[in-house]
């Protein structure tokens, strides 16, 4: 059993994916969330 737990998983490389897709999406949705929402509320004043 104590053979299991030291070895070094080989999917740990999974994780640096995920944190990075997981990143993108958050930004993303701060951007949508910017363009459809904020921009509506406070128009641009061009003369």
């Known amino acids: ?3 299991l737990l030291t070895q070094r998983p ?3 490389w999974i994780s640096f994916v995920l ?3 997981v990143g993108l ?3 993303a ?3 949508g ?3 459809k929402v904020l921009s509506n509320k406070y128009p641009r ?3």
């Open 1 to 3: 059993m104590w053979i």
């Open 10 to 12: 080989w999917h740990y």
């Open 19 to 21: 944190v990075a897709a």
């Open 25 to 27: 999406g958050l930004v």
């Open 29 to 31: 949705t701060m951007i």
């Open 33 to 35: 969330y910017y363009r």
């Open 45 to 47: 004043h061009d003369q």
